[in-house]
């Protein structure tokens, strides 16, 4: 699978922020400008109504009983403050008949007496904005209406727009620019203290797996405490490791060296007899190695099970699951000469894994087979004791001193077993897959004080 191409997370910060800012500010900027035109439209027009109010006032009617115009060039003068821009006029009396002006320039119909009008028009190939103005003229006796037009070319009010626009718009670029920078050393002032994270990380020394202390944000801290779980679970597992190892090769030594002897001694031997007692003690030295690593392989398992904290664990019927390895186990006892027995009828059931619990009840059987000595009575149990569920394993041998408890539950330590077969891995096993599944393991002697009784509580659970 390719490996994903790195990112920077401030230019993508940065893109998050930049791109909905200048999309919000072209918006802006649309509208700047429409208000813009919108504003010099209004100011240049009341210019142009003050320009056709005052020709208006100079229209009279002669003695003739026709319109006369003495125009005020000053109301013409009042729009040429941009020197750019050409003012054009027109009078028009009844019916639209021509008085003065530029008669060709366009004329807004339709007005009502005393009514005025603002237009975009184009004259001469040029853009004018023209203002039409509707009034009478009083000859004592009756009115004659008329109508002023007066037009000016937009060049002075799109300038004035587009400065407007303009100043707006570097405006605007000021206030992104300081916001991508203010983003810029924020992101970086923000990413220190995970600078400060990767740099202690790669200062630490391959084995140093303890917790990550360094001081983070809230925002980061959910993954600080991930990878201190991770190194917790790898310290865990590299433990597990080193004890199997550390285990392994000082159980398997003497098994080990006893088969090298054996085999030396067999291939010196001088009858044959000599040769299979040295081949039957290699035989049982292997078996004796088999076994530890059996057992050693077991205790990695249940190690590696309690570093991954079992959840969701199926309800398992003791009950059922004891009375099979008990039957599976009643020819070696009888070949051993112990009378193994089995209690319980009932189901009961505990959250569990069934192998692991499978072991737990194995190894219990296969200790009293290899110490309880012939001639003795073993009983597998499986009690309702209201909430918990007990598991019992008791037999008539000779038992473990008092003073001997605590120790056997050890790893590596054997109680007095004289030259009896073992590791001295049995209960520590049966102890550990009892706690990980939130159980508890008991020894005590048997009934009437003889014996051994190794009692395994565990909680109730629905089957």
């Known amino acids: 699978m390719p490996r994903a191409r790195p990112y920077s997370l401030r230019r993508r910060l940065l893109l998050w922020l930049l791109v909905p800012l200048v999309t ?37 009617v002669a003695e003739n009983g026709a319109l006369e115009v003495d ?29 003065t002006g530029y008669q060709t320039l366009p004329v807004i119909r339709g007005l009502e007496l005393e009514e005025s009008g603002y237009a975009d028009a184009s004259f001469r190939g040029e853009p004018i904005r023209l203002s039409s103005l509707s009034r009478a003229a009083s000859t004592g006796a009756t009115s004659i209406p008329f109508v002023v037009t007066i037009a000016e070319t937009t060049i002075a009010r799109t ?27 924020a992101v970086t002032f923000s990413l220190r203290p995970l600078y400060r994270l990767r740099d202690a990380i790669a200062e630490r020394n391959p084995d140093d797996l303890h917790p990550i202390e360094q001081s983070v944000p809230k925002e980061v801290r959910g993954l600080v405490e991930t990878v201190n779980s991770f190194m917790g679970r790898l310290g865990s597992a590299l433990g597990a490791m080193r004890h199997f190892t550390g285990n392994a090769s000082h159980q398997l030594r003497t098994p080990l060296t006893i088969i ?29 190695a088999e076994r530890v690593i059996a057992q050693l392989l077991l205790l990695a398992k249940v190690d590696e099970a309690a570093s991954d904290r079992l959840k969701a664990l199926a309800a398992i019927d003791l009950t059922e699951l004891a009375r099979q390895l008990t039957a599976d186990r009643v020819t070696q006892a009888h070949a051993a000469g112990i009378d193994l027995g089995f209690e319980g009828e009932q189901p009961l059931h505990v959250r569990g894994e069934p192998m692991l619990l499978s072991e737990m009840i194995r190894n219990l059987i296969e200790n009293v087979l290899a110490y309880a000595g012939e001639g003795v009575e073993a009983t597998v149990k499986v009690l309702d004791h209201g909430s918990y569920v007990l598991l019992e394993v008791e037999d008539t041998g000779p038992g473990v001193p008092a003073s001997e408890m605590e120790r056997v539950r050890q790893r590596f330590v054997r109680g007095k077993s004289g030259d009896k077969p073992g590791a001295g891995l049995g209960l520590p096993i049966v102890e550990e897959i009892a706690a990980l599944f939130g159980g508890r393991m008991e020894l005590s002697a048997g009934a009437g004080g003889r014996g051994l009784r190794v009692r395994v509580a565990f909680a109730r659970a629905e089957g």
């Open 159 to 185: 300038q004035l727009a587009q400065t407007i626009l303009l100043r707006s718009a570097l405006r605007l670029a000021i206030l992104i620019g300081a916001a991508a920078a203010i983003v810029w050393l």
């Open 71 to 99: 125009i005020p060039y000053v109301a013409l003068e009042m729009l040429t403050s941009a020197a750019q821009d050409r003012v054009f006029y027109r009078v028009d009396g009844p019916g639209g008949e021509f008085i």
């Open 24 to 60: 919000l500010g072209l918006i802006a900027l649309a509208d700047t400008y429409r208000e813009a035109v919108d504003t010099a439209n209004a100011v240049s027009d009341r210019v142009l109504a003050g320009s056709a109010l005052a020709i208006a006032e100079r229209v009279v």
């Open 260 to 288: 090298r002897t054996q085999l030396a001694l067999a291939s010196r031997a001088h009858s044959l007899d000599e040769a299979r007692q040295a081949a039957r003690l290699g035989d049982e030295a292997v078996a004796q």
